[in-house]
């Protein structure tokens, strides 16, 4: 964290307005970001990314803010935030892989072999998922997902090798 | 020993493809591995290069999301009919005038020296409302808040925000059978003046987003306020209808426009 995020931080624990705004600005992206992935449309990704940073606010009126890293406890509501969309979900509707976004002048065969990854992830565990994504989407450290998901280091590392054994299974059998 | 080893192997490129900046068709992570952990991570690069696709661009920009952010960030704790749980807020309502400006007086100053009292102080003050020893200074930190702002979104927000505090306190006075106050109706409009400028400057990108999260917003404060006509006696109706009129929500997108177009003119 260089001393500009951390006086920004200290600010916005202060509830000044203005540093909130740009810790919104500075985070927003991200957090829209990491909530795509995890629930693939867009407009329930705005709307949560909305619910996160009301949660934040929530957390600093109430007195219980950011202990350690900021990165993490805000990764840790959006996590949160996920699965409490999840529960409040009678059904999942996502969008149609095939409307996913690939990289532009990818070949043919890149965007089926990505494709296919993307649906062997869907096939794995929530908590696997969520491993991966944090990891190979947000590319955040092992001890950062594991104060995410309020875990050990360790227990992170053992989901992450059965997530990426399980996915290779699958993605395996998907491009036979 | 060897698996001990391979398995440090392993972890660590993990961490070199996870955390590597932007995942490229460089293989930094050949190493003396078996075949399994080799297909790992194979794997494992393969979902980095999948992930790293940019996410669709969000609908609203993110721009309503962060409205509403900033809106909730600029109100106090003040619900509509507002609760005193402190010590000092539920004592001062008993203060007699003199004494009430010594208070004010005194809580400027313990403000200025930075004192830990000032917190508690000026929480006693976000839920004041007008008549109350209090008040002023409501008003006083809401004017150094709304200045301080140097972005546009974020005095629109605020001053959306405020304004709902001025609807909110006319709201807790007429439930207490209260008089209202000439000074809520000043209020409201020095807000509409700072909420017109900071429209004025919101730059072109974000201006639709902006007025229709304006326009939603006073549209709500004008259906609380249509709501509390018949709860006003005579002597308080006009003062509601003053306020109910002076919120710009017919065709709200005309009227900011044209403050808009004449701050630029």
């Known amino acids: 964290v260089t001393p500009e995020e951390e006086s920004l931080l200290e600010r916005a624990r202060a509830n000044d307005p203005q540093a909130l705004a740009e810790l919104y600005d500075a985070y927003a992206g991200r957090v829209y970001g990491y909530l795509y992935r995890r629930v693939s449309s867009p407009q329930v990704a705005e709307d949560l990314t909305g619910d996160v940073f009301v949660k934040v606010l929530e957390a600093l009126d109430s007195g219980k803010p950011w202990r350690t890293a900021f990165r993490a406890w805000l990764y840790r509501i959006a996590h949160n935030v996920v699965v409490d969309w999840y529960r409040g979900q009678a059904r999942i509707e996502c969008e149609p892989l095939d409307s996913w976004d690939v990289p532009v002048g990818a070949s043919m065969p890149d965007v089926m072999a990505d494709q296919a990854l993307r649906r062997a992830l869907l096939t794995l565990t929530e908590q696997q998922q969520q491993v991966l994504v944090l990891r190979f989407g947000e590319g955040l450290k092992i001890r950062e997902v594991a104060e995410i998901l309020g875990k050990s280091a360790g227990a992170v590392e053992a989901l992450q090798h059965r997530a990426l054994t399980a996915l290779r299974e699958h993605y395996g059998g998907m491009t036979e | ?265």
């Open chain 2, 1 to 265: 020993v060897r698996t001990v080893q391979a398995e440090r192997r392993l972890r660590a490129a993990l961490d070199e493809i996870a955390c590597r900046p932007a995942p490229s068709d460089a293989r930094t992570f050949e190493r003396d591995l078996g075949p399994r952990e080799s297909s790992l991570l194979e794997t494992a690069d393969a979902l980095r290069r999948t992930l790293a696709v940019p996410p669709p661009a969000p609908p609203n920009g993110l721009q309503e999301s962060r409205q509403r952010f900033l809106a909730r960030a600029a109100q106090p704790t003040t619900s509509p009919l507002p609760q005193r749980s402190s010590r000092v807020g539920r004592l001062l309502p008993a203060l007699n005038l003199r004494l009430a400006t010594q208070v004010v007086v005194a809580a400027l100053l313990v403000l200025m020296s930075g004192a830990p009292l000032s917190r508690e102080i000026v929480r006693a003050a976000s839920t004041s409302v007008p008549g109350q020893v209090l008040y002023p200074l409501k008003i006083h930190v809401e004017r150094v808040q709304v200045a301080g702002a140097d972005q546009p979104d974020t005095r629109v927000a605020l001053a959306l925000a405020f304004l709902g505090e001025r609807v909110a306190e006319t709201q807790a006075l007429l439930h207490r059978q209260a008089p209202l106050r000439d000074e809520t109706r000043v209020e409201v409009q020095l807000l509409l003046n700072q909420l017109l400028r900071a429209v004025a400057e919101t730059p072109d990108q974000a201006l639709m987003s902006t007025l229709n999260y304006v326009a939603m917003q006073l549209e709500a404060h004008e259906r609380v306020l249509e709501s509390l006509h018949t709860l006003a006696p005579i002597a308080d109706a006009q003062l509601v209808e003053q306020l109910t009129e002076s919120l710009p929500t017919g065709a709200p997108h005309h009227r900011l426009r044209t403050a808009r177009t004449h701050a630029f003119h």
